[in-house]
């Protein structure tokens, strides 16, 4: 059974917790799930980045291996990298210093992509040819520069 503030109703605590700090009451602050909050608001903010990260990368593989398929095709590729990419663009504007963590996050966000690519690719219609696991690459081809390149989609 729940028997704080925080436990029975988050909102609540929430303001709470903003009216103490803005009333320089830190006596009363309950600082263990403040501290809980503030590491799990960084980690949201991290986990936005590698989701974004993660369906642009898997749009720009299915570009780069789907050179052939018809522009009808590939609308809905561009489409999904422009607006991921504006994402990832507006995550490293709203918070500077996730730029420091970009390069881990291509890193942690490819293998999902790659496994996300290939899925996609398999579902491939229309005669269009559907390339091999093995066309795919297991390492990130795409540099941090062309990866935020708002022209660049993989070709």
């Not at 690519?117 to 219609?125: H, P, R, T, Y």
């Not at 941090?144 to 708002?150: A, C, G, R, S, W």
């Amino acid at each position: 059974m729940p028997n704080t503030l925080y436990d029975q109703d988050l909102q609540l605590w929430i303001e709470q917790t903003i009216q103490q700090l803005q009333n320089h009451q830190f006596e009363a602050l309950d600082i263990e799930h403040l501290i809980e909050e503030l590491v799990d608001l960084g980690k949201a903010d991290k986990n936005a980045l590698k989701s974004n990260l993660t369906i642009l990368l898997a749009h720009l593989l299915k570009l780069r291996l789907g050179h052939d398929v018809p522009d009808s095709m590939k609308v809905s590729c561009y489409g999904s990298i422009l607006e991921h990419r504006q994402r990832v663009l507006n995550n490293l504007a709203d918070t500077p210093s996730l730029k420091s963590f970009l390069l881990e996050a291509v890193e942690k966000a490819y293998p999902d992509a790659y496994k996300l690519a290939i899925k996609e690719g398999k579902l491939a219609k229309f005669g269009v040819r559907i390339p091999q696991e093995t066309e795919y690459p297991t390492v990130c081809p795409f540099s941090i520069d062309q990866i935020l390149d708002e022209d660049f989609y993989g070709l």
